[in-house]
């Protein structure tokens, strides 16, 4: 029977499975430092990804999508934008965002369990993916725009008006 299932169905039934043994006996007990907060990336997000990947069904991988995988991807990809901020890629903080997120759904299948944790290597290939945007979008700031629109701190119109009225103010 278990020939018959897809890898999807397969991690449905773990998941059943481990909800209730997490019901029945509470949350297994690790060594370390609890928690702080509410984990969104967890082993079950793993499992989720790797069924993905594995399942050739395009409606069983939306399923699994929508319920699994979306919102660990939409919270990394949120909180790696607010905490390092790029301030040369272009848009929103919403559109960076879905920039990323449309990003990292390009990598999904390449994910494998030999990689390590999920959450590394999409924190990691999230955060590689911005700050190549980041360093672009800069160079072509620095290289296409005018010298304004460069230099913020400066007012370089005024600067030279200033230093021309200085010049002819000299000769009095």
């Excluded at 928690?35 to 790797?50: G, H, L, N």
């Excluded at 299948?109 to 959450?119: I, S, V």
Aim: glycine residues 4%; charged residues 30%.
């Amino acid at each position: 029977m278990n020939e018959e299932l897809s890898p999807v169905d397969k991690f449905y039934i773990w998941h059943a499975a481990e909800m209730k043994d997490l019901e029945e006996n509470g949350p297994k007990k690790r060594r370390g430092r609890k928690p702080s907060k509410k984990q969104y990336f967890t082993y079950i997000t793993d499992q989720a990804i790797v069924a993905y990947n594995n399942e050739k069904s395009q409606h069983k991988r939306n399923r699994v999508y929508s319920e699994h995988i979306h919102y660990p991807i939409w919270k990394l990809s949120q909180n790696i934008i607010n905490r390092f901020k790029f301030p040369y890629m272009n848009g929103t903080t919403e559109d960076k965002q879905y920039e990323v997120i449309g990003f990292l759904l390009q990598k999904l299948g390449k994910y494998t369990e030999d990689k390590g944790r999920a959450f590394s290597y999409f924190s990691i290939v999230a955060k590689n993916y911005c700050i190549q945007t980041n360093n672009k979008a800069y160079k072509l700031l620095k290289s296409k725009d005018n010298l304004l629109a460069v230099d913020r701190q400066r007012d370089v119109v005024n600067e030279q008006v200033t230093n021309s009225r200085k010049e002819s103010l000299k000769d009095f």
